[in-house]
C-alpha cells in the first residue's frame, strides 16, 4: 500500500494499456502483488481506467501472492516474503537468475527473521542505515 509503488504500477498500466488493446504489444503484463495491493490495482485500474478494464484477466494479470510463496517467472524461481514492515503490508522477492541470487527487499530494513532470505545474494536492494540503493555483497 505504499503510495509510490501503487502509482508506478498504476502508470504502467496506463502505458501499457493501449499497445495491450490494440495488439501492438504481444506479451502479456504480469503484475504481483500481496493481497491489499493487487486488491487497490483492480479497483483503480476499474474506477479510472474503466477502457483497460476488459484487460484485466485476459492481457493484464494482477497475481496475489504469499508470504514464502514460490513461482516461476520468465523461467526463474522466484520466491516472494513478507518483510514485516510497520508502516503497511509489503512484500519482498528473491530470484535466482542463472546460479545468481538477487534479493530486493522493499524500502525498509530488512527485519532480522528475513535476513537468511537475502543470504548469499550477489545483489541485494534494500535501505541500509538510511540510505537506498544497491549494494554488492
Same mark, same amino acid.
Given at each position: 500500500r505504499h503510495l509510490d509503488h501503487i502509482?508506478?504500477?498504476?502508470?504502467?498500466?496506463?502505458m501499457y494499456g493501449g499497445p495491450l488493446a490494440s495488439g501492438k504489444m504481444k506479451?502479456?503484463?504480469?503484475?504481483?502483488?500481496?493481497?491489499?495491493?493487487?486488491?487497490?490495482?483492480?479497483?483503480?485500474?476499474?474506477?479510472?481506467?474503466?477502457e483497460r478494464a476488459e484487460l484485466i484477466g485476459s492481457?493484464?494479470?494482477l497475481i496475489e501472492v504469499k508470504d514464502l510463496e514460490q513461482r516461476d517467472i520468465m523461467g526463474?524461481?522466484?520466491t516472494f516474503f513478507d518483510i514485516h514492515s510497520q508502516k503497511a503490508k509489503q512484500f519482498g522477492f528473491v530470484m535466482n537468475d542463472n546460479?545468481?541470487?538477487?534479493?530486493?527487499?522493499?524500502?525498509?530494513?530488512?527485519?532480522?527473521?528475513?535476513m537468511f532470505l537475502a543470504e548469499n545474494a550477489e $545483489?541485494?536492494?534494500?535501505?541500509?542505515?538510511?540510505?537506498?540503493?544497491?549494494?554488492? $555483497?
Open positions: 502509482t508506478g504500477i498504476f502508470w504502467m498500466m496506463r506479451e502479456d503484463v504480469y503484475v504481483y502483488g500481496h493481497d491489499e495491493v493487487i486488491s487497490i490495482l483492480d479497483k483503480m485500474i476499474r474506477m479510472l481506467l474503466p492481457r493484464i494479470h526463474k524461481p522466484v546460479g545468481r541470487k538477487i534479493a530486493v527487499c522493499g524500502d525498509e530494513p530488512l527485519p532480522e527473521d528475513c $545483489l541485494i536492494r534494500r535501505w541500509r542505515s538510511g540510505i537506498q540503493g544497491y549494494r554488492e $555483497l
